[in-house]
């Protein structure tokens, strides 16, 4: 999140919130996987594994979270037994959620230009996030 923050553009338009929407699906994942743990649902804490595989390679920062994933993975396949239809859903979602809302700020494109008010300088970019993308 800070790498997003400090290294962002200055000019343009921008949410205030990105940084944070680039970081919350891996600290979500971190914090289902904790709370999975200590709550004895282990379906939880497979799911955050199971979300942790690709955004692990997102970035060569996030390389290192491959390994806790796997062993999330493991930890919750092995003490996975006699899941409820709501709970296997819910890991599901998880699972799939949490991947697909970062890469969809990272695929989404939506291009913008943008002047000074004194008309002297501007600018122009082919993604940008807004509030909206960020409260998704």
Known sequence: MVIVYVGGRDEGPRS??????????TVAAGLLALFGILRGRPAMVLAAGIALFPLSFISVVLWPLFMPAVLLVVYGAQRVRGLTLAELVAAILIA??????????????DPRTWRSEDGTSGGSSSNVVTNAEVAL
């Open 16 to 25: 205030a919130l990105e940084p944070f929407a680039f970081g919350a699906p």
């Open 96 to 109: 799939v959620g949490l991947p697909v809302a970062l890469f969809a700020l990272l695929i989404h494109q």
